[in-house]
């Protein structure tokens, strides 16, 4: 197996990190052996595969571009292309379901763009910009997600308002034939909670969203044939007992959907969350610490026997291992120095 590792490069980042690295991971003991560290265009952040596991996308944090790679038999990266969308700070991308296109989404941006993929792989025109309008005329909404519900038919779009904009979950539908979306329903979240990822249960009705700077997380119900959410609960991300800062960051679930996880900066921490299978409502089962510095990042392995956090400040990767019945978290004993890791992807 191997992992794809983006990172932060630049000084404005307070960054420590080179560029895209590659591992390869033991199948026998689990370790993590460096293969790779190609040098790209500034702050290879988020990646994603494309539905044959062929090539890799990433976007540029803080820029305006995005670039292709061909995986190669020893999986390590080629470089292909790179493309300017013109819209700063793309943060999350992702395929479609036809593997014909690509999602961007651009934080200061303010707008998700939908890519032309070309037969070999790399990058090509831009079909379509979905601009995410803010309060007044001129202003944005800032663009932090774009995630397919489970059957590839509807686009969720996470925003951030900062201001000028809405904090907010929007639904689109997409055209796979042309490449096109259309917007099915908005959810409004509260005032300055500062929505930042979601996650999908594998039942494809319930949404789990987690809300930076309220530090919170939101359970929304979505009809997935009208393309509409609900919100039924919200929960904190933080402990009853802590009166500090916090930045909830990342919201993701097992495999079965029986545990929701999620990250805070600032507390470092991991919380958990048991779903109940008849109603999808959370209840917190407790916090762990990430054993490092903001966790801006957190992911399975495709088998879903390890949990890991990308922790960016204090530039480490930490092993856990979830046990689905208790939901207790249990760290491995591994951590893999990497520099400003902000991204895994899996392979």
């Not at 540029?60 to 038999?73: A, C, F, P, R, W």
Request: charged share 25%; with cysteine; proline share 3%.
């Amino acid at each position: 197996m191997y992992a794809y590792v983006g990172c932060r490069t630049t000084k404005e980042r307070n960054a420590r990190g080179k560029g895209l690295k590659t591992y390869e991971i033991s199948e026998s003991t689990g370790e993590w052996k460096e293969l790779q560290c190609l040098e790209t265009e500034p702050n290879p952040s988020y990646q994603t595969l494309d539905l044959e596991k062929k090539y890799l996308y990433s976007v540029h944090g803080d820029i305006t571009k995005v670039s292709s790679y061909k995986i190669l038999e020893d999986g390590t990266l080629e470089y292909m292309n790179t493309i300017d969308i013109e819209g700063r700070n793309p943060v999350f991308i992702t395929p479609d379901k036809t593997n014909h296109f690509i999602i961007v989404a651009a934080l200061q941006g303010g707008a998700v763009y939908v890519i032309r993929r070309n037969e070999d792989g790399t990058l090509g025109e831009i079909v379509q910009k979905v601009c995410l309008e803010g309060k007044k005329d001129g202003s944005i909404s800032f663009a932090h997600q774009c995630i397919w519900d489970n059957k590839k038919e509807f686009l969720f779009v996470v925003t951030q308002g900062r201001l000028q904009g809405y904090g907010q979950v929007k639904v689109f539908r997409f055209d796979a034939e042309c490449g096109t979306l259309t917007e099915t329903d908005t959810y409004r979240g509260r005032e300055y909670d500062e929505p930042r990822h979601v996650s999908i249960h594998p039942n494809n009705r319930w949404v789990y969203l987690i809300n930076e700077k309220g530090n919170t997380m939101t359970y929304l119900q979505f009809d997935d044939v009208k393309g509409t959410l609900q919100a039924m609960q919200i929960l904190p991300s933080l402990p009853s007992t802590y009166t500090g800062e916090g930045q909830a960051s990342a919201s993701i679930l097992d495999k079965e959907g029986k545990i929701l996880i999620g990250s805070n900066r600032i507390h470092e921490s991991i919380v958990v969350y048991r779903i109940d299978q008849n109603t999808g409502y959370m209840t917190e089962l407790g916090f762990y610490s990430c054993l490092g510095k903001t966790p801006r990042f957190i992911t399975f392995n495709p088998d879903y026997s390890r949990f890991y956090a990308a922790n960016e400040d204090s530039d480490t990767i930490v092993e856990m291992k979830l046990d689905s019945v208790s939901g207790q978290m249990e760290y491995t004993g591994r951590i893999i120095d990497t520099e400003s890791p902000v991204c895994i992807t899996f392979r």
